[in-house]
């Protein structure tokens, strides 16, 4: 009911939210399912968890919340249904390290706020960028900060630590809009001095060169050659012009809602986010890549211009919501395809991309999906390392490249074949050993202990075996184990009598795995158990018979 009301309201305010209702509307719903299937999710593996262990660590209890957002209350309402405790103070100290961690992106506004940079922003008036035309350019160095101060000059002699330099004029391009900062170097004369740029942070209109100061001296006011690394900047130019194109090949194949909601630009690297309500299909992924490849192959010039922010939405050109633009902008345009506000550098000609490959297709929130490509040198490296893996494959499987998935798919049935044969097999020699089991048990005051290492038995087997064992000599009590080459899987059962007795099989195989290395627990007739030191095993053997003859005899 609300949507006719909210949609009217969008029009006058945000006309491009009006479009975006229906979509919004479903990608509700879709969170809401999500939300609750990952809640069951974690529901599961916390039932998983609690049999084989009888406490909630630090880890776990986080696990579940970043993992499957379980409010640390949740866990502490479960846990304390099984009667298991909650590591809370280690879960808040995990709690405030992941707060500490995700909030350290602001570092140039953290660093500089109230120090060096805004004295240094009541002297100068910002930086000019000319990165558009130029690789290089001679500039002045307005400011030198060293150790959180701002000093006069520096010596290479005083330490490597890194530096911020700010330049009244400079050809490198400061991260903005996803994509990355240039990298280069700073020069005086053929030997004098050197900086290492490293990194290219903008603080409002003042760009800053981050890097270190590789050799001689340098003083504001010294006139300095800057010059952008300009194989780094075309591969980061290469993977920019590269994703304008791939937001055109989404809108035409996914439909106009499929609008960028985040990036990241590299050196010949792309990450694209775009709004989209389900996965990319194999086929629709193959159209978007060709369309790609195929606006490549056509040369399509790059341009762009600055234009007033109304008259640049006038001509079509798509700007992402919510997005301060200033009153001109530049407007970048490829072919008669592609036209979108953008800050950041890019090619003259798509020619120059060379080429297109798409890496992987994700999920990163409900209706938003990520789309991973290369392009140019490294999108050739990755064509060549796919040919290697198909090369090896057909080595090993003896094959040729177009038989391969059929031989592949060949060799998996033989696999799911063999395991259920194995499973088989397994079951059958367990179902002949209860007889052997009891007759090889160890009586004690009337009751069969049964202590028994088992190959090839899971967990499931072991519990079967344990209810056939129950019902056929009971009083008996009962732990199987299993190891592997760096675990060890355990099951212990007590017949009705014993439980009667006031045993435990939970305390009785907590006891044992403790051995091991691991934890366990359950219901006083059936518990589990697991651990990390398989080469304990005997040992945890020999003291789990011990302490069921003890707690029989002193029962008796």
């Not at 006309?15 to 990952?38: G, K, M």
């Not at 970043?66 to 099984?82: D, N, R, S, V």
């Not at 290697?388 to 040729?400: H, I």
């Not at 209860?434 to 190959?455: F, H, K, P």
Request: glycine letters at 8%; one cysteine or more.
């Amino acid at each position: 009911k609300l949507v006719p009301v909210v949609a009217d309201s969008m029009k006058r305010g945000y006309p491009e939210l009006a479009e975006t209702t229906e979509r919004v509307s479903q990608t509700i719903a879709i969170e809401e399912d999500r939300f609750i299937a990952n809640l069951d999710r974690g529901i599961h593996y916390f039932d998983r968890h609690t049999q084989q262990h009888a406490s909630i660590t630090a880890e776990q209890a986080f696990r579940l919340h970043a993992t499957y957002g379980f409010p640390i209350e949740l866990t502490e309402a479960l846990a304390a249904e099984k009667d298991i405790p909650v590591d809370r103070d280690g879960f808040d100290t995990h709690m405030k390290e992941h707060a500490n961690i995700s909030g350290s992106g602001a570092f140039v506004s953290e660093l500089f706020k109230g120090g060096p940079l805004a004295t240094l922003k009541e002297t100068i008036s910002g930086s000019e960028f000319l990165g558009y035309d130029h690789h290089e350019t001679q500039a002045v160095i307005t400011g030198i900060i060293a150790k959180d101060q701002l000093v006069d000059s520096l010596e290479s002699s005083q330490g490597t630590e890194p530096v911020t330099l700010v330049l009244d004029k400079t050809p490198f391009y400061a991260e903005s809009g996803g994509q990355m900062g240039d990298t280069g170097s700073l020069y005086i004369g053929s030997d004098s001095f050197e900086f290492d740029v490293q990194d290219t942070q903008r603080e409002n209109n003042i760009i800053l060169h981050m890097g270190k100061l590789k050799q001689g001296v340098i003083h504001t006011n010294d006139t300095v050659l800057a010059r952008v690394q300009k194989s780094r900047r075309i591969a980061i130019q290469r993977a920019h012009s590269a994703t304008h194109l791939l937001h055109h090949a989404l809108r035409t194949f996914l439909g106009t809602h499929a609008q960028q909601a985040g990036s990241r630009v590299d050196e010949d690297y792309l990450r694209f986010d775009f709004s989209h309500p389900q996965a990319v299909t194999a086929q629709e992924l193959e159209q978007i890549e060709t369309e790609i490849n195929t606006l490549i192959l056509q040369s399509n010039s790059v341009q762009w211009e600055m234009l007033p922010l109304e008259k640049a939405r006038e001509t079509g050109a798509m700007a992402l919501f919510g997005e301060k633009y200033p009153d001109i902008v530049r407007v970048v345009s490829i072919g008669d395809f592609s036209r979108e506000l953008c800050g950041g550098t890019h090619l003259t000609s798509t020619a120059e991309i060379g080429l297109f490959r798409i890496v992987n297709e994700e999920s990163v929130a409900a209706g938003t999906r990520r789309i991973t490509a290369r392009t140019g040198l490294s999108a050739m490296d990755l064509v060549r390392e796919q040919q290697k893996r198909q090369d090896t494959l057909c080595s090993l499987l003896k094959t040729a490249p177009p038989e391969l998935p059929q031989r592949v798919e060949t060799l998996v049935q033989e696999l799911r074949d063999l395991k259920k044969q194995l499973k088989s097999k397994t079951a059958s020699s367990a179902e002949m050993s209860v007889g052997q089991l009891l007759n090889d048990a160890t009586e004690v005051s009337g009751t069969q202990i049964i202590v028994r290492e088992v190959s090839d038995w899971d967990t499931s087997t072991m519990r079967n075996q344990i209810d056939k064992l129950r019902k056929t000599g009971s009083p008996v009590a009962i732990l199987f184990a299993s190891k592997s080459d760096s675990q060890v899987q355990m099951v212990a059962g007590l017949s009705r009598e014993l439980v009667e007795q006031g045993i435990h099989a939970g305390n009785w195989i907590r006891t044992t795995a403790q051995i091991v290395g691991g934890s366990g627990g359950g219901k006083p007739d059936m518990a589990q158990a697991g651990g990390t030191l398989p080469e304990k095993l005997n040992d945890a053997l020999r003291s789990a018979l011990t302490e069921m003859t003890a707690l029989l005899e002193s029962s008796s």
